[in-house]
């Protein structure tokens, strides 16, 4: 799937930051610049200097990512 340059998916939580896919790198992003909790494989948007997990598009990207997995491992 490519991605936006404005998504930017969390792989992982590690200590005060967020290990993050954007396109085709990985960022570090500061806790403190994140408004919310985010969790692995939310997206976030990035709006003037903060970061902003989106709802609706990781309730999408889930969704997808579970009717590519339906019959993997039946």
Same mark, same amino acid.
């Given at each position: 799937? #490519?991605?936006s340059k404005d998504i930017?998916?969390?792989d992982r939580i590690e200590s005060n930051f967020a290990i993050c896919e954007q396109e085709d790198k990985?960022?570090?992003i500061d806790m403190k610049?994140?408004?919310g909790m985010p969790k692995d494989g939310?997206?976030?948007i990035? #709006?003037?200097s903060f970061?902003?997990?989106d709802e609706e598009l990781t309730n999408n990207r889930k969704a997808v990512v579970?009717?590519?997995m339906k019959g993997m491992w039946e």
């Open positions: 799937m #490519k991605l930017i998916i969390v990985v960022i570090k610049c994140i408004n939310d997206i976030l990035k #709006k003037d970061y902003y997990i579970d009717d590519l």
